[in-house]
């Protein structure tokens, strides 16, 4: 047997990555992730302030902006659910790098508001880009033992990069700019270590993996439970827009701290994001529904107090760790929802729930962005907080992924001494 791959059961599906292989590509998409959703996409709201001093836009400005990266972030996400399964998840994540890295650039040399916009659609439509094929390689390429925790792993990558991003601004200090140059280059590097982590093939061109079966006779409706998955997407971008977008705004306007606070606070909210690494344990111990609801009612408690008490340092610090862990489990949730709803194509389940998260973040951030100016940057986070406690009338769907599933003798994850091991074609 190679070392490099473990042979699938009877030639079903493509060839297993080994442990090795595996933990290398799920280190190299935690980065992807990390450079697009944290560097390319989120750091867009740390530098808000920035941007604001800079080019005089007000709040609803600010806001059209972020939607229109979340427009572009749609745009991706469509782009890659069409094309992983054709052009291969390697090629997709490598668009997604470069992308980022050129709208960061892009960003970085701006001289008006013009040139800003471009970049923030080429970094949000990176974004949309990088999810889909790396989740699409580890539910076809990983062993189904380790696939809910690497796949989380990957996802808690925005975590990574906002944390990255704090310190970067931080000794950037009012030269923004050189921030942004420096997000460039963290992204081209990444992008050429995911040219090589990341598997490569489409799937028409992988001998033996099944292709997905043709609609029923009046078909082409979507599977069961999708309509829930999808709702529940929309409302966890709807709820997390007035952070994501107003956040170290609303702790340097409202809460009357230094840019350097603000930023600390960013910070905290990438380090406790990293927590999101073990959504997949935490949904195979409780099961889906019960850390849907709970992680959905810290979203919505930690929006509230911040909206409550934004000049409160501790408080503020306190929300923001929330803030950041919940956020990424709520993602990891809606990752793994996906994939279990479009159980024959992860890449399609995961970039449809994705997609309906960006549109829930798109259509709030300029509602909530005029809120804010006619009400106030607390108005905007209390409707925020509101949206998170509504959706717990949305019933997540599926079980706790059952922790034996493809595993035989190996309680790692991964299939002991010979111990058969099952296609990565079957999620």
């Not at 992308?99 to 001289?111: C, D, F, Q, R, V």
């Not at 931080?170 to 923004?176: D, M, Q």
Request: aromatic letters at 8%; proline letters at 7%; hydrophobic letters at 50%.
């Amino acid at each position: 047997m190679s070392s490099h791959t473990l042979k699938p059961r009877s030639g079903v599906g493509p060839s297993l990555l080994s442990p090795t292989r595996a933990l290398a590509l799920a280190a190299a998409g935690m980065s992807l992730i990390a450079v697009c959703y944290g560097l390319a996409r989120f750091a867009y709201g740390l530098f808000v302030p920035a941007f604001r001093e800079s080019f005089a836009l007000d709040a609803s400005a600010t806001g059209v902006i972020a939607s229109g990266s979340y427009v572009a972030y749609c745009a991706g996400i469509l782009t890659a659910t069409l094309a992983t399964p054709w052009w291969g998840a390697r090629r997709t994540a490598v668009l997604a790098g470069v992308l980022a890295t050129l709208g960061t650039a892009l960003i970085a040399l701006t001289p008006g508001v013009v040139l800003l916009v471009a970049g923030v659609l080429l970094a949000g439509a990176s974004t949309g880009l990088a999810s889909p094929p790396l989740a699409h390689a580890i539910a076809r390429r990983v062993h189904p033992g380790a696939r809910n925790r690497l796949q989380t792993v990957v996802n808690a990558g925005t975590g990574l990069g906002v944390l990255v991003s704090g310190p970067v601004a931080l000794l950037a200090g009012e030269h923004w700019r050189v921030a942004w140059w420096v997000f460039a280059g963290a992204a081209a590097l990444v992008t050429a270590w995911a040219a090589v982590a990341v598997p490569s093939g489409p799937r028409r061109a992988a001998a033996g993996v099944p292709v997905p079966r043709r609609a029923p006779p009046g078909g082409g409706r979507p599977p069961a439970g999708a309509a829930h998955l999808l709702l529940a997407a929309a409302v966890v971008g709807g709820s997390s827009a007035a952070t994501w977008t107003f956040g170290p705004d609303l702790l340097t306007s409202d809460g009357g701290h230094g840019q350097a606070f603000a930023t600390l606070a960013w910070i905290v909210l990438g380090a406790c994001g990293l927590l999101g690494a073990v959504t997949g344990d935490a949904t195979q111990r409780f099961g889906l529904r019960t850390v849907w609801a709970c992680s959905l009612v810290a979203l919505g408690a930690a929006t509230a107090v911040l909206a409550a008490a934004p000049q409160d340092p501790v408080v503020a610090l306190l929300a923001h760790e929330a803030f950041g862990g919940v956020y990424i489990v709520l993602t990891g949730v809606l990752l793994l929802w996906g994939a279990q709803v479009f159980g024959r194509e992860p890449a399609r389940g995961v970039g449809l729930a994705f997609l309906f998260l960006a549109l829930g973040q798109g259509g709030a951030a300029p509602l909530l962005g005029v809120l804010a100016d006619q009400a106030g940057l607390p108005a905007a986070f209390w409707a925020a907080s509101g949206i998170a406690l509504l959706g717990l009338l949305v019933p997540a769907g599926g079980q706790a992924p059952n922790r034996s599933a493809g595993v035989r003798g190996s309680t790692t994850g991964w299939p002991s001494s010979g111990s058969g091991t099952t296609s990565a074609s079957s999620p």
